[in-house]
Every structure is written in structure tokens, then in C-alpha cells.
């Protein structure tokens, strides 16, 4: 089993995190943002990447560092869990409809961070029961993820209407696309996916 684990403790933010690349899609979220402990459940269930994340932090000031750590704890503890990377996939890419919105991820896990964010939104805020969220926090979230997991990361929202379906769509085509790269080749079990010998 490709399982991992990390604590990530600063001033600003102290969150423990647990995954495992060969789960169901099973999930303990709580960030204290409650929309985007929704958007990280929807990262495990359709990954299969069992996710199990606890996070505290500054939100009586903003959404910021939460946001962003979460980003970077959970993308760290994944390319712990990836170890050597021998035997993935390493490429993926979905397309995910969600109603009027249709948004794309390509992806490679090449631990060659770069991120690409062609997503745009029609309200600077999303708001929730529980606070406006600002709608830039997700560029730094995947960001963050795309720079601590190793990932070269390409986001695009197609088109699409509602802010809620677009950034929801995104993270679902993320998770298909990671459900894909990290799984094992038969035919290559003990290889790395590159000519360089080495990820």
C-alpha cells in the first residue's frame, strides 16, 4: 500500500495529513472552511485516494494560509506516498462537465512543479454558510499543490456559468486526472516513466 503521512506546523497553520494512493475514496476533512473541506472530499471520492486531512489555522483573519497550506501539506504528503515514483502512469488528463461548465486538467507527475490556471470566475466571492470564500484562493491552492507534489499542472475552465460548478468541476478533473497518473503500469512495474532513469 502507497500510504503517507506529514505534520506541517507553522505560525499561521498546524495541519496533519494522511493519504493513500491505492484507497476507495475514503475521507476526514476539516479545515474550518467548510467549502473547502467540500472540495477536498470531492478530490478523494473521485481519485479513489483515501484523504484524511485536519487542519487549524488563522481564519479569524482570512482563508489565505489554511487555504494555501492545505495545498501543500496534501500535494507534499502525496509525493511521499509516490516515493520513487517506479511504475506510474505519470501522464493523465479529464475532462469534467458539471451542468453549463465543462473545465480540463492535464497533468504530469514529473517532480517538475509548474502550474498553468486558465480559470476565471464572474464574482471576486463565493459565499457559504459559513463566509465568503475568495474566489483567487484556488489559483494559490493548486498552486501550492502543483509546488509541493511535484506536479506539472495544467487547469482550464472551458466554459462555464456558476462559480460553484466551475471551481467544483476543477478539482473533480484534477482528481480524475490523479486517479489515472498515479496508478501502477503492469507493464512497467519496476521502471521509471522517463528516459532519464529517474523522476
Not at 457559504?128 to 506539472?152: H, I, P, R, V, Y
Request: aromatic residues 8%; contains cysteine; proline residues 2%.
Amino acid at each position: 500500500m502507497r500510504e503517507a503521512s506529514l505534520k506541517r506546523e507553522t505560525k499561521e497553520t498546524s495541519i496533519e495529513v494522511k493519504v493513500n494512493l491505492d484507497g476507495t475514496g475514503k475521507y476526514n476533512v476539516e479545515t474550518g472552511i467548510g467549502f473547502l473541506d467540500h472540495m477536498l472530499e470531492q478530490l478523494s471520492r473521485h481519485s479513489l485516494i483515501d484523504i484524511t486531512l485536519k487542519a487549524k489555522g488563522d481564519t479569524h483573519i482570512d482563508y489565505h494560509h489554511t487555504t494555501e497550506d492545505s495545498g501543500l501539506a496534501l500535494g507534499e504528503c502525496i509525493s511521499k506516498a509516490l516515493g520513487n515514483r517506479h511504475g506510474i502512469t505519470r501522464y493523465a488528463h479529464s475532462y469534467i462537465p458539471m451542468d453549463e461548465t465543462l473545465s480540463r486538467v492535464a497533468l504530469d507527475l514529473s517532480n517538475r512543479p509548474y502550474l498553468i490556471w486558465h480559470v476565471n470566475f464572474t464574482t471576486p466571492v463565493l459565499t457559504s454558510g459559513q463566509g465568503d470564500f475568495n474566489t483567487e484562493l484556488f489559483k494559490e491552492w493548486f498552486q501550492a499543490f502543483a509546488q509541493s507534489s511535484g506536479t506539472t499542472l495544467h487547469v482550464e475552465n472551458i466554459y462555464g456559468e456558476n462559480n460553484h460548478h466551475i471551481i467544483e468541476s476543477c478539482y473533480k478533473a484534477l482528481a480524475r486526472s490523479l486517479r489515472s497518473a498515479v496508478s501502477i503500469n503492469d507493464k512497467e512495474l519496476d521502471a521509471v516513466p522517463s528516459t532519464k532513469g529517474q523522476l
